[in-house]
């Protein structure tokens, strides 16, 4: 049982990321970004090509990674999102979706739809026991990695001023430009941020499924999950909600049937819809006329 | 110019003998197409067809009611599933084409219930698990025949079966019509006023006395009808289904059909649907295209890989979609009525 909480946990760290990077967007701009998942795939992509083709180490093919999807995200906040006419919350999905289209497509066109490895110094072979619970270096790296950037994320919005413009930003743009802000450069950051996080969860797991254009789809959903679960606006809850899933996942997975383990998480997003539409751990907010 | 006089002449289903002729020539050419275009093409009108109905009823809920749906291609796989399941227990197909439809509409009505209470990017989520759901639901029950799919022989009428690509070709035209006027003259009525409404302001329409409860479901409704009607009518044109042509992809065409031909217009529709589905069967053979196919090819082997060429398509769809919503939101539909303005008013 614990065992299995603790593969749990494993994968509810990668879909706590993912969740985390579509609250911090959607906290910014109101839209869910369903590029997400591809931007991801993109410097995961970068990664390999840095660690394999060109033959360079690890840190810095981590950190180039880092760099292109900081880089990427303010690309897209910058040419597409900022330059939509009064948009609204339909239009700017449809950006999004055409974004992810265009990622997908670059990928495959470079790539090919070949599966290729991407090898980070931790393996997933070698283990550690804890008592009687097993857990592959990998995974430990993952969790540590994953609770390492939420702790940088939150120190982040909490303590500087940037961060604090941010949340500035979030409650009430006018207000915040009003005092100085500069809200269209924080909105971009805003966008590099989260296409960090989503990195990161990108290269946490492609040495475990295997790098090709279609493997962020699945972390995508279940981080779509995982806000869905905590309430899209409160990032804590999405972080939650990325353990609870990938734990209760893994649970059912176990005992009721590995089967249906993915439809799982699209029921979960339905019941908690259906029960409290706006997430289990945030408020419905009426809209005011 | 072309003032109205009373009411009836705004309501008219075709306004002025210029459009009358038009259509009327429209409906002669649609009848003519399949005797004189070689089969290939008749197969591709036909796809066209089917792909029309969709987005007609997607572009009801999407354009002008407002809501956004990322899984109907579960409604057209559960209209095409039921259709052929129906069919081959021996109803006759019209029958069988319609209860399925109506069985989509049923669904539609299961999916708008929780969709009354969410909105942006819950009701995103929430219609985007339905489709993937159907999927995989689909794909692992026997008696819709799991991965493998089911195959289907034509539709049967009991006294004579269709087959052929000609006839395949007015067994589609008949319902695109009727679906077209119908999609029409639900826009123009009071239902159609209602969703348009809910569109611009869910709060304003229902203080205007709007039951925005029961229209929003009527609109899921609907459009899940459409859809229902297209799956059973997709079945019998390329004979064959499997869960694995109803994916999250699929859905994302419709949806672009939607916005690249225009939000909330009959004739957005059909622009969106032609040209996105042509773009899509262009994909194989994107190398053919006169001066452009070279060029992507050189391209493809000095920087990128030769095996991924297809994606392109991907590509163009996808910056189509964000620079239509960017700088011409009414989509390809916008242009054209940007051009008739031009030349109506032209030299001013």
Not at chain 1, 197 to 222: E, H, Q, R, S, Y
Not at chain 2, 113 to 142: H, K, N, Q, S
Not at chain 2, 233 to 256: D, E
Not at chain 2, 322 to 342: D, Q
């Amino acid at each position: 049982m614990l065992q299995i909480i603790i593969s749990g946990i494993v994968v509810g760290s990668i879909y706590a990321l993912m969740g985390l990077a579509m609250g911090i967007i959607y906290k910014a701009s109101e839209v869910p970004n369903f590029a997400q998942g591809e931007m991801a795939m993109i410097s995961s992509y970068i990664a390999f090509v840095i660690l394999a083709v060109h033959g360079y180490g690890f840190l810095f093919a981590f950190t180039g990674a880092i760099a292109f999807a900081f880089l990427l995200g303010i690309f897209f906040e910058f040419v597409f999102i900022r330059r939509a006419k009064n948009p609204n919350i339909l239009s700017l999905i449809i950006i999004t979706l055409g974004f992810q289209m265009v990622l997908y497509g670059i990928a495959g066109w470079k790539f090919g739809s070949d599966q290729r490895r991407l090898s980070l110094p931790f393996s997933d072979r070698k283990t550690y026991n804890f008592g009687d619970v097993v857990i592959s270096e990998l995974g430990l790296a993952t969790i540590l990695a994953a609770i390492l950037l939420m702790l940088v994320v939150w120190w982040f919005l909490s303590s500087t001023k940037t961060g604090i413009a941010m949340k500035a930003t979030q409650q009430n743009s006018m207000a915040a430009k009003i005092n100085g802000i500069p809200t269209n450069k924080i909105m971009s950051l805003s966008f590099g941020i989260s296409s960090i996080v989503g990195a990161v969860a990108g290269l946490f797991i492609a040495p475990v499924t295997t790098l090709d254009p279609n493997m962020m789809w699945d972390p995508l959903l279940k981080g779509f999950a995982a806000a869905v679960l905590g309430g899209f606006g409160n990032l804590p809850g999405i972080i939650l909600g990325g353990y609870i899933l990938g734990i209760t996942e893994n649970i059912y997975g176990y005992y009721i049937s590995v089967e249906f383990k993915s439809v799982f998480a699209l029921l979960v997003i339905v019941l908690v819809l259906w029960v409290k539409p706006s997430g289990l751990f945030s408020r419905h907010h009426t809209k005011k006329v | 110019m072309d003032m109205k006089r009373d009411y009836y002449e705004d309501v008219q289903f075709l306004k002025g003998a210029g459009l009358k002729t038009w259509f009327f020539l429209l409906l002669v050419s649609l009848v003519v197409f399949p005797f004189i275009a070689p089969s290939y093409y008749v197969y591709v009108a036909s796809l066209i067809g089917v792909n029309i109905i969709v987005v007609l009823g997607l572009n009801i809920l999407v354009g002008n009611t407002g809501q956004i749906s990322l899984g109907h291609a579960g409604f057209v796989a559960i209209g095409a599933y039921i259709t052929v399941l129906l069919q081959s227990s021996g109803i006759p197909f019209p029958v069988a084409l319609v209860l399925g439809a109506i069985i989509a509409a049923l669904f539609g009505v299961v999916l708008g219930i929780p969709a009354l209470r969410l909105e942006g990017p819950y009701l995103a989520i929430a219609t985007l698990a339905f489709g993937l759901a159907i999927e995989v639901i689909i794909g692992r029950i026997d008696l819709f025949g799991g991965h493998m799919g089911l195959s289907v022989r034509g539709a049967d009428f009991g006294f004579t079966r269709i087959i052929n690509e000609t006839e395949v070709y007015f067994l589609i035209l008949i319902p695109l019509i009727i679906s077209g006027v119908a999609a029409r003259n639900i826009l123009r009525s009071k239902t159609g006023r209602a969703f348009q409404a809910i569109r611009d302001s869910n709060i304003a329409a229902s203080a205007m006395g709007v039951n925005v409860a029961r229209y929003k479901t009527m609109s899921f409704a609907i459009s899940a009808f459409y859809a229902g009607i297209a799956g059973g009518l997709w079945a019998v044109l390329i004979g064959f289904i499997n869960p694995g042509q109803f994916n999250f992809v699929l859905s994302i065409q419709y949806l672009a059909m939607v916005v690249v031909g225009g939000l909330g217009t009959i004739l957005g529709s059909v622009f969106g649907a032609v040209v996105i589905t042509l773009l899509m069967l262009q994909a194989e053979s994107i190398q053919l295209i006169p001066i452009l196919g070279p060029m992507f090819e050189w391209f493809s082997e000095t920087f990128m890989t030769r095996s991924g060429m297809p994606n392109i398509t991907w590509i163009l769809t996808g910056l189509a979609l964000m620079l239509i919503v960017i700088f011409e939101p009414l989509g390809l539909y916008g242009l054209w009525i940007r051009c008739k303005i031009y030349w109506k008013t032209w030299p001013f």
